[in-house]
């Protein structure tokens, strides 16, 4: 079974930092993209920044230059860096990936990790 698993969330104070990691598990399978999502109460889920296999990054506007993905294919993981936080960035943050499976492309999500910033 495939599954993607995120950690890394938690509570933080504006100004802060923390990192966020999702592992790809599970067998027969290849990664195309991989990304960070997030969704804050009452509003739809939003794009936080992607990355192509071969490491071609893109963020959202509200985070570049505090933001860095990066993965590493070796380990199936992608990881997000986040610094200097602001309250605004509080969120649920969900990993995402494109799996091949049996041939077949589809997107993938964590199951969700709690981003907190105080201000």
């Known amino acids: 079974q495939v599954r993607l698993v995120e950690s890394g969330g938690g509570l933080v104070q504006a100004g802060g930092s923390l990192r966020l990691s999702c592992v790809a598990s599970?067998?027969?399978?290849?990664?195309?993209?991989m990304g960070w999502y997030r969704q804050s109460p009452g509003k739809q889920r939003d794009m936080v920044a992607t990355?192509?296999?071969?490491?071609?990054?893109n963020y959202a506007d509200s985070v570049k230059g505090r933001f860095t993905i990066s993965r590493d294919n070796t380990k199936n993981t992608v990881v997000l860096q986040m610094n200097s936080l602001k309250p605004e960035d509080t969120a649920v943050y969900y990993c995402?990936?494109?799996?091949?499976?049996?041939?077949?492309?589809?997107?993938?999500w964590g199951q969700g990790t709690q981003v907190t910033v105080s201000s």
């Open positions: 995402n990936a494109d799996l091949i499976v049996d041939r077949s492309l589809r997107p993938y």
């Open positions: 599970g067998s027969g399978f290849s990664i195309n993209a």
């Open positions: 990355i192509t296999s071969r490491g071609i990054a």
